[in-house]
């Protein structure tokens, strides 16, 4: 049997789709609410602790933060197909493809040192430019100074985390649901915001007011609901958009006690026909 062209992977979407895509997490996000909040808290808690760890703390955190990504992943893709979640759900980064995933967060983490590395080489200090700010003797015109010498390194920081930040949306759950190569998974990902930029768009700008009301929650409880949201999205994206569908994680094995198998075809807008999922294993020879 041949396969069909896989050049449609992503596919194009219409912008208005951006701000659907967030309505469809707070969709998922609300069947189980109270567990989704605590699980996010507690994963997200273990991932911050491992910053404290002395010098190689920040390292760590990077690395450890797709295994909590995949573990949301697999948890509303459980909730997406009708059925309970249990706790191997959450632990999917670890039981499935952890190096993969892991490597995603090394990618994440030398991007990072080495625009960082390259915006201290511009002359800019985030410390020093943070203590200005706090500091009440300093008037306006020293301020619109030093932003006037940071804006140079700032822009090109901006310039140079959005094509990381672009490659790696998408590239934790490529890996669990789609058994895709790092690398294939990163330029996928940066493949598809690129095509659908204004899609995007509107899903950033509608994330970004999520984001912003979940802040002016006191103890940033809001975060706890925030977050949540911004997974399910990212998971319903790489199930509907990318055509990734609910195909078992590699060495993820479900526990027997769910409700309904996940079915063996991709999930598909209404009124669009099945995708076959040879479309999402077509990944893993790429």
Same mark, same amino acid.
């Given at each position: 049997?041949?396969?069909? &062209?896989?050049?449609?992977?992503?596919?194009?979407?219409? +912008?208005?789709?951006?701000?659907?895509?967030?309505?469809?997490?707070?969709?998922?996000?609300?069947?189980?609410?109270?567990?989704? &909040? +605590?699980?996010?808290?507690?994963? =997200? %808690?273990?991932?911050?602790?491992?910053?404290?760890?002395?010098?190689?703390?920040? *390292?760590? *955190?990077?690395? +450890?933060?797709?295994?909590?990504?995949?573990? =949301?992943?697999?948890?509303?893709?459980?909730?997406? *197909? %009708? #059925?309970?979640?249990?706790?191997?759900? /959450?632990?999917?980064?670890?039981?499935?493809?952890?190096?993969?995933?892991?490597?995603?967060?090394?990618?994440?983490?030398?991007?990072?040192?080495?625009?960082?590395?390259?915006? !201290?080489?511009?002359? /800019?200090?985030?410390?020093?430019?943070?203590?200005?700010?706090?500091? %009440?003797?300093?008037?306006?015109?020293?301020?619109?100074?030093?932003? #006037?010498?940071?804006? $140079?390194?700032?822009?090109?920081?901006?310039?140079?985390?959005? $094509?990381?930040?672009?490659?790696?949306? /998408? @590239? $934790? @759950?490529?890996?669990? =649901?789609?058994?895709?190569?790092?690398?294939?998974?990163?330029?996928?990902?940066?493949?598809?915001?690129?095509?659908?930029?204004?899609?995007?768009?509107?899903?950033?700008?509608?994330?970004?007011?999520?984001?912003?009301?979940?802040?002016?929650?006191?103890?940033?409880? %809001?975060?706890?609901?925030?977050?949540?949201?911004?997974?399910?999205?990212?998971?319903?994206?790489? *199930?509907?958009?990318?055509?990734?569908?609910?195909?078992?994680?590699?060495?993820?094995?479900?526990?027997?006690?769910? !409700?309904?198998? +996940? $079915?063996?075809?991709?999930?598909?807008?209404?009124?669009?026909?099945?995708?076959?999922?040879?479309?999402?294993?077509?990944?893993?020879?790429?």
């Amino acid at each position: 049997m041949t396969t069909s &062209s896989n050049q449609d992977i992503p596919r194009k979407v219409a +912008a208005s789709q951006g701000f659907q895509w967030v309505v469809e997490g707070f969709r998922l996000y609300r069947k189980v609410p109270l567990l989704l &909040s +605590a699980a996010f808290g507690l994963l =997200f %808690g273990v991932v911050m602790a491992l910053v404290l760890i002395p010098l190689v703390g920040n *390292s760590l *955190s990077e690395l +450890a933060s797709p295994l909590m990504v995949a573990g =949301f992943m697999a948890a509303f893709r459980a909730l997406d *197909s %009708g #059925n309970d979640l249990e706790l191997p759900h /959450f632990l999917a980064g670890l039981q499935g493809p952890m190096v993969p995933l892991m490597t995603v967060g090394a990618v994440q983490l030398l991007g990072s040192l080495l625009i960082g590395q390259i915006m !201290r080489t511009m002359g /800019f200090d985030a410390e020093a430019l943070m203590a200005t700010a706090r500091d %009440g003797q300093a008037s306006p015109e020293a301020l619109q100074a030093i932003l #006037n010498q940071a804006m $140079p390194a700032l822009l090109t920081g901006m310039a140079l985390f959005t $094509p990381l930040i672009m490659a790696t949306w /998408f @590239a $934790p @759950a490529l890996i669990l =649901f789609g058994g895709a190569r790092p690398v294939t998974a990163l330029g996928v990902s940066l493949k598809a915001v690129a095509k659908n930029w204004a899609a995007m768009l509107v899903n950033s700008l509608a994330l970004g007011l999520l984001l912003i009301l979940a802040a002016l929650v006191p103890l940033l409880l %809001g975060m706890l609901v925030a977050m949540p949201v911004l997974l399910a999205l990212c998971m319903l994206l790489t *199930s509907r958009y990318l055509r990734c569908g609910p195909t078992t994680p590699r060495r993820f094995k479900p526990a027997t006690t769910l !409700r309904k198998p +996940a $079915p063996a075809i991709s999930f598909q807008p209404r009124g669009t026909s099945p995708v076959p999922a040879h479309r999402c294993r077509a990944l893993r020879s790429r």
